[in-house]
Structure formats: structure tokens, C-alpha cells
């Protein structure tokens, strides 16, 4: 409302500051149109030229009877008159009338100059003749300034017309200036009374605004005083004008330091009160940040081991707004989260990205006198084992006593680790390589044979160990590592309890698994498998009881590769699921092809229980196949029950119902087949072929043959023994009472393709049953 009154109040001071400017020209105006009213116009002027040329021809007339001095003299004046009179004429208010008519003013300019001529003659107009030449130029000009006069006259009226109705105008102008002024003042009047009023009520409103103010004040005040961080504030001098309680607080001051303007002097002193030295550096070190007008962040330590996140921002007027926040708590949160992120939380021994960032800063550092670092990788030996029998506690507490052992050990050029699981990383610099390394690797594995005892349970445990060494063109952390990983994979593949030096052909072993690896891959994608059919022969009644189907990888580069070799790779790499799906889909219907009494016989991993749905692969490969479920025998191993025994077992079972026959393959192999045969009523057990080998050799085995086949009969199951290569061997596992055998004595594993006709010949051999 104020600005509004301000802005009518300096409308009218305008207007009243115009007005009198524009009354002023109106009069300056009036005075130069009364003035232009008053001077000689064009009417005189113009007839006076025209009576002076009368009176310039009088004068010659005269000349034509009196020759005296006082006529000759009386010629040459009014000429010089003349003269005058035309020079007035060709210049000011009567040129500016000609110039409007072109014709006119030529016609003047012709008369002009005319009258110049006779200029020449007028010394001589005593003669008759000359003066006679002169009134003959000056006679026909009467009549032409005759007509200009006439047209002057014209003009001027028009000129006193026109300056009559700008008086007017200006007249009527002024009066209506008059009357605006009049009417602003009682305007302005009225806006002054108004304005009282308004100032009144505005001073009500400012009233309440204050207490407002005062309200928003004690509201700041106590948001101020209630932040998790000081704040405070400085001014151009330096002077601290505002400061919480906080602020206060954390150096030690009243709280009421931020009440009034205090010099930085005065605060420094206050603060050295306290009597902690620190706190003062950090205003010292806060006062630099003021002068250098910039933004900035910091911590601070103080000698109590509180740390300080200062934040200062500069402000226009040169002082500076600052927060200091206590952080001692979180730095110390962030300190352990560090620790943690970079150590194994159970052992207290780094994690493996802490061994590895060791490494690498050991191989950068590395001097050229051939000590280069060295990394001994170390795995438990069985600790899974240990883990499931005696549990998870007893794992770790074992974990502790073996971390604290390695630790023990180590020399003062030598950092532990705990990769991950039951692997254990040492990093040793600084020594002759690998002769030191092998010497640490022999002290750890004798340290760690030692029994231990937990909770008074004597624990005994070995250790694998794989050592690399980095030499001049090792670069590279992972490279160091992956090496060490090489050797203890080696080490615990020749027999565990020993340690093993990497050497490059161990690289290139793993090079050939990886790209084997891709091959597989490749293979299952590209359908690269092929299935090889053994007969299983029935040694008391005859004929092809039926084929074992064995898988081969036909590999472009490689050619036909057996199952022991790529088998525990697809395990390994998680694709057997899909290699064991697609030799049950091929193995039902290839067997469509065969005599309706012909079963066939599918491998299963014990991995294909695990990672897919068994029962779907198996329904899905009899319904694509039309294969009868009866003819389809599964053959597993005892592996297959060692895990998740229930889960497994009722899976068996499912299978069985839907007519698929199971058998345990490679029987006696295991450690608890007995057990196994009682949990679930397989259809058929094979007897290994290292048990039917020695049959013709050895009565033990066959005593074992006899007695595996009383109790399959006694439990209404069916004996096969594999790997026949002899007639004799043959004969002693029938007379043992085997019912089926399968073997090179019969027939070797053939491609689909070649195997019916085998399986006509085979009907027909009388070697199963002579």
C-alpha cells in the first residue's frame, strides 16, 4: 500500500513539474506569435518596393527637362533605394513567401536583376538618351511588382489568420493547464488526508509485524540453539555477531557468547581459557579460511580425539557463515567399516582384496636384486568334512586356532590372509625366491599337522600349500595369485598334504580346461554329442536283455572323446543338467527303434538331482519318444545318495512309480551300499568291473560276486556284472548267479546307426547262455 501511495504521490509531483515546464513554453510561444503579430509583414515591405520604383521612374522623368545637380543627385539616391528595398525582399519572411511559388520567385530574380543592370546607366541618365534607356528598363517592372504586392497581401493575411488561431489555441491550452493544476492540488489534497490515514494504520501493522519479528526471532533462536552443529558467524572485521549454543559448547564458552558482537581477539582469548591448545589452532587455522574468502571443508582433531567437519562459506560483505559438526562418532563407525571392508571379520587376518592390494604394492615396489614377493596359498584339507561332522561352530573356532598358528609363524617380511572358506594367503618380500617360500610352505604345513584341541575334541588337520614367485616381467597382482592358485589346485590333485611350485606347463594345463571348457559349451549349443550303445547281454536265458548308452563328444579338432574326460568338467561348470537331458531324450528315441523287449540304460549324474527337475527331463523325454516307461532303466551311483538323502530317495521313488526301473551302478565301490539297498528297492544292481576282473583269478572276488547276488535276489533284484572279456569270467559270474553281463566278450559300445544289426546277431549268439 505504501509503494502505491509513493507512486501517486510522485505522479502528481511529475505532473505538477511538466506543467509548469509546459506553462512556460505556452508563454514563451504567446509572446513569439504576439511578436511575429507586431514586426512589418510582407504587405509593407512589398509596396514599399513597388513606391520606391514609382518614385525611381518620377525621378528620371525629371531628368528628361532639368539637367541640375540637385535631379541628378535625387536618381541615383532613390536607385540606391530601390536597391535596399529589393535586398530586403530577396531575404527573411518575403523569400520564404516566393519560394512557395517557383514561377514567382523567378519572375523576382528576373526583376532583380534587371534593376541591377541599370546600375550601369545611372551616371549618365544626364543624357537624355541614357535616362531614356533606364525608364524604358525600369517602366514594364511597375506592373510585375504591382502583381507581387497583390500576392503578398494575400499571403500575409493568410500569416495573421494563421497566428490568430495559434493564439487562440494556446489560449484555450493555458486555461486547460490551469484547470489541471487546480484539479492535482485538490487531488493532492486529498491524498495527503488519505495518506495520514493510511500511515496510522500502517503503523498499526507495523506493530503486530514487529511482534512477529520477535516471534520468528525467539523461533530462530531456539532452532538455532537446538542444531546438531555450531554454527557461527563472522563479520568483515572478523568480529563473531552470531553463535549458537552449540557452538559454545564445543569450545567451551558461555552460552550466552553469541548474545553480542565479540572481536576474534576477545573469542581467542575466551577459547585459551579452556585450556585445550587445540581448539585454538583451529580457530587460528578458521581465521586464515576468512581472509582467503573462499569456500572450504576440513576435519579437525583435537587432542581429546574428538574430530571436527568444518564447513565455511564467505559471505558478500566479507565475513563468513561456518558449521562445525562433532563427527568423532562417525569417523569412528567409518574407521570400522574400513577396517571390516578390508578384513575378515572372523579371523581379524585381512580379506582378499586386501591381500591382493599387498600384492600389487609388493610387485610395484619390488627391487631388482632378484627378492622379489612370493605368494603361499594354503587350503584345509577335508575342512568340509569337518564342518558337517562336527558343525558349523567347531569350523570356525578352528578356523580362529589355525589363523592364529599361521600368524605365529610368519616372519616379520610376511603378511597373512584369509581368502575365503579354508584358504589362507601369505605374502613374503624381501627373501630369496622361491627356496624361502618352499621353506615357510614346509614350517606352515608341520605347524598346522599338529593336533588341536577345541573344547577338549583333539582336531588333526593337513594342509595342501601352492607357492609362486613373481619374477621380472610379472606386472601384475591377479597373474601372481592365479599362479598360486594353479599350484595348490596341483597339490591337492597329486595327493593333498603337500605343496606344489608353479611352473609355466601348470598355466597351460589350465589354459587347455578353459578352452576345453569353451569347446563344451560350444558343443551343447552346436549339438555335437553323439550316443555309443552297449549291450547287456541275460547269461541264463538268452539274448539282449538291454543297451547301456554311453555318451561321446564329437569334437572337430579332437575327435571322439569318452565321458571320464569331459563328464567331471560339465559337472564342474554347471552344464551337465543339459547335456544329461538331452542323452535321455536321444537314448528314448533311438531305443524306439529296437525289439519291444529291449530296455535301455541312461547314466544319470548325481548333479542332475540338484540343479534341475528330473522327473520333467524324464517325463518330457518318454512323451517326445513314446517310449513305454518300463524300457527306460536309470542308473545311478552311490554318490547320488551321499547329499540330501530324503530329497533324492523321494525322487527315486516318484520315478519309480511311473514305471522307470533305477539301478545302482558300479556297486561296491562305496562305503555304504548295504545301507542304500535297505533305504530304497532298486531294480538292478552292476557289480563294478574291478570285482568281476579277478573272478577267474581270485576266489575272493568271486565269493563277493556270489554273496552281492544272494542278497540283490534275497531283496528281489536283478545282478549284472560288467566288464566280461572272457568265457571264463563269464561262467563265474553265472555260476555266482549273476542273471545279466555286459562286455567286450559280447560287444564293444557302437553308434546307434551300426547297433541294430548287432542287435540281430546278438539275439542269435549262443555265448551268453553255452
Known amino acids: 500500500m505504501l509503494k502505491t501511495v509513493k507512486i501517486v504521490f510522485s505522479s502528481i509531483i511529475c505532473f505538477f513539474v511538466c506543467g509548469a515546464l509546459y506553462f512556460t513554453s505556452l508563454i514563451t510561444e504567446r509572446q513569439a506569435a504576439l511578436e511575429e503579430a507586431s514586426r512589418y509583414n510582407l504587405q509593407w515591405s512589398s509596396s514599399q518596393a513597388v513606391i520606391e520604383l514609382v518614385r525611381l521612374e518620377k525621378a528620371l522623368a525629371v531628368t528628361q527637362v532639368d539637367k541640375s545637380r540637385a535631379a541628378l543627385d535625387e536618381v541615383r539616391l532613390r536607385y540606391d533605394i530601390l536597391i535596399n528595398r529589393l535586398s530586403l525582399l530577396g531575404g527573411g519572411e518575403f523569400l520564404k513567401f516566393m519560394r512557395q511559388d517557383a514561377e514567382l520567385l523567378e519572375t523576382f530574380q528576373d526583376a532583380e536583376s534587371k534593376i541591377q543592370g541599370v546600375a550601369k546607366l545611372i551616371p549618365d541618365v544626364g543624357d537624355p538618351a541614357v535616362a531614356q534607356q533606364a525608364l ?57 488526508n488519505w495518506h495520514n490515514r493510511l500511515l496510522g494504520f500502517t503503523h498499526t501493522r507495523l506493530e503486530a509485524t514487529t511482534e512477529k519479528l520477535a ?39 558461555n552460552d550466552d557468547i553469541g548474545d553480542k558482537s565479540l572481536s576474534f581477539e576477545e573469542l581467542r582469548r575466551q577459547v585459551e581459557k579452556v585450556g585445550d591448545s587445540s581448539l585454538v589452532d583451529i580457530l587460528h587455522r578458521h581465521s586464515q579460511r576468512i581472509a582467503r574468502q573462499q569456500p572450504d571443508y576440513a576435519y579437525e582433531s583435537l587432542d581429546d580425539g574428538r574430530v571436527f567437519s568444518i564447513t565455511h562459506r564467505p559471505m558478500e560483505n566479507g565475513g563468513s557463515l561456518a558449521t562445525f559438526l562433532d563427527v568423532t562418532a562417525r569417523r569412528r563407525t567409518e574407521a570400522r567399516i574400513e577396517y571390516m571392508a578390508t578384513h575378515d571379520t572372523l579371523t581379524g587376518l585381512p580379506n582378499r582384496a586386501q591381500f591382493r592390494a599387498d600384492t600389487e604394492s609388493a610387485i610395484g615396489s619390488r627391487s631388482d636384486n632378484g627378492n622379489g614377493p612370493a605368494i603361499i596359498m594354503l587350503d584345509i584339507d ?33 603378511t597373512g590372509a584369509r581368502l575365503g572358506g579354508d584358504e589362507f594367503g601369505i605374502l613374503q618380500t624381501n627373501a630369496l625366491q ?33 607357492i609362486a614367485a613373481a619374477n621380472e616381467k610379472t606386472t601384475d597382482a591377479d597373474e601372481l595369485l592365479k599362479n598360486a592358485d594353479l599350484a595348490l589346485h596341483r597339490a591337492k590333485t ?64 579332437r575327435g571322439l572323446i569318452p565321458p571320464m574326460e569331459f563328464i567331471p568338467l560339465a559337472e564342474e561348470i554347471g552344464v551337465i543338467g543339459e547335456i ?25 549324474s548325481p548333479l542332475q538331482f540338484n540343479s534341475r ?19 527306460l532303466d536309470l542308473e545311478i551311483t552311490e554318490s547320488v545318495l551321499l547329499a540330501h538323502t530324503e530329497d533324492v530317495l523321494e525322487t527315486l521313488h516318484r520315478l519309480r512309480a511311473t514305471g522307470v526301473r533305477i539301478s545302482m551302478d558300479d556297486f561296491g565301490t562305496g562305503y555304504s551300499s548295504l545301507n542304500y539297498l535297505r533305504r530304497f528297492p ?42 566280461i572279456e572272457t568265457l571264463e569270467q563269464r561262467e563265474r559270474v553265472r555260476a555266482g548267479g549273476c542273471a545279466e553281463a555286459q562286455g567286450y566278450l559280447f560287444c564293444r559300445p557302437l553308434p546307434a546307426a551300426m547297433l541294430r544289426p548287432m542287435l540281430d546277431e546278438l539275439a542269435l549268439d549262443t555265448r551268453a547262455v553255452a
Open 682 to 723: 532298486f531294480d538292478k544292481i552292476k557289480i563294478d568291473k574291478s570285482f568281476v576282473r579277478d573272478v577267474d583269478s581270485s576266489e575272493d572276488a568271486t565269493v563277493i560276486v556270489r554273496a552281492v547276488t544272494n542278497i540283490a535276489g534275497s531283496l528281489g533284484m536283478i545282478t549284472t556284472a560288467e566288464g
Open 494 to 557: 597329486e595327493g593333498r598334504a603337500t605343496y606344489r611350485v608353479f611352473d609355466p606347463e601348470m598355466a597351460k594345463s589350465a589354459n587347455l580346461r578353459r578352452q576345453m571348457e569353451v569347446d563344451l559349451r560350444e558343443a551343447i549349443v552346436a549339438d555335437r554329442f553323439e550316443l555309443h550303445y552297449q549291450p547287456i547281454m541275460n547269461i541264463r536265458q538268452g539274448g539282449v536283455a538291454a543297451c547301456e548308452a554311453l555318451l561321446r563328444w564329437n569334437d572337430p579338432k
Open 382 to 414: 577335508n575342512f568340509k568334512t569337518i564342518n558337517d561332522t562336527m558343525g558349523l561352530p567347531m569350523g570356525d573356532a578352528l578356523l580362529c586356532a589355525l589363523s592364529g598358528r599361521v600368524k605365529s609363524c610368519l616372519p616379520k617380511n610376511c
Open 580 to 604: 544329461g537331458e538331452m542323452v535321455l531324450r536321444k537314448a528314448c528315441v533311438e531305443a524306439m527303434a529296437w525289439s519291444s523287449d529291449i530296455k535301455v540304460s541312461v547314466n544319470v
Open 215 to 253: 516471534a520468528s526471532r525467539r523461533q530462530l533462536d531456539a532452532a538455532l540453539n537446538n542444531m546438531s552443529q555450531g554454527l557461527s558467524v563472522f563479520d568483515g572485521e572478523g568480529n563473531l555477531v552470531l553463535a549458537n549454543r552449540k557452538f559454545a559448547r564445543m569450545f567451551g564458552l
Open 136 to 192: 524604358a528598363t525600369i517602366e514594364p517592372l511597375s506592373r510585375l511588382f504591382l502583381s507581387i504586392s497583390a500576392q503578398a497581401n494575400k499571403y500575409g493575411g493568410e500569416q495573421v489568420a494563421l497566428d490568430q488561431s495559434l493564439l487562440v489555441r494556446q489560449h484555450w491550452q493555458f486555461s486547460a493547464m490551469v484547470a489541471g493544476l487546480i484539479v492535482c492540488g485538490i487531488m493532492l489534497m486529498m491524498l495527503l
Open 434 to 466: 622361491p627356496a624361502s617360500a618352499i621353506a615357510l610352505g614346509k614350517d606352515l604345513m608341520a605347524l598346522l599337522a599338529e593336533p588341536i584341541d577345541l573344547d577338549g575334541v583333539q582336531v588333526k588337520v593337513r594342509a595342501s600349500i601352492g
Open 613 to 631: 527337475d528330473l522327473m520333467a527331463d524324464v517325463a518330457g523325454a518318454l512323451a517326445a519318444s513314446g517310449l513305454s516307461p518300463h524300457r
